[in-house]
């Protein structure tokens, strides 16, 4: 059964940080990883992929410099560092896993990108 569990989402106040975990019941290392967030009534977005082949990260420009995405393949997890938190990255948190395609960076931060999805975690960031 292919499983992806997120943890580390929690209430924050502005400026603090959080560690994202996604632990995956498969091996990842053939494996693209993301993650993505969803605020109430607005879009799934892509916050940051890793890629399997080269391992060359991307982040979409609100978080540019702020969250660092990472990945174990030893113990079959992915990781969000989220510093200086703000009020605007309140959502739901999603990990993905997509196969290596010859996707462009663009493509890699969109949801047609991956083929399983992890349940999510909330992360609250307060004034």
């Known amino acids: 059964q292919v499983l992806l569990v997120e943890s580390g989402g929690a209430l924050v106040q502005t400026g603090e940080s959080l560690l994202l975990s996604c632990a995956a019941s498969?091996?990842?290392?053939?494996?693209?990883m993301a993650w993505f967030r969803q605020a109430p009534g607005k879009e799934r977005e892509g916050v940051s992929f890793?890629?399997?082949?080269?391992?060359?990260?991307d982040y979409a420009e609100a978080v540019e410099g702020r969250f660092t995405i990472s990945r174990d393949n030893t113990n079959n997890t992915v990781y969000l560092q989220m510093r200086d938190l703000k009020v605007e990255d309140t959502g739901v948190y999603f990990c993905?896993?997509?196969?290596?395609?010859?996707?462009?960076?663009?493509?890699?931060?969109?949801?047609?990108?991956?083929?399983?999805w992890g349940q999510g975690t909330q992360v609250t960031v307060s004034p």
């Open positions: 993905a896993a997509g196969g290596d395609h010859s996707y462009g960076d663009s493509y890699l931060l969109t949801p047609p990108a991956y083929d399983f």
């Open positions: 498969f091996p990842l290392e053939f494996y693209n």
């Open positions: 890793i890629r399997t082949r080269d391992n060359r990260k």
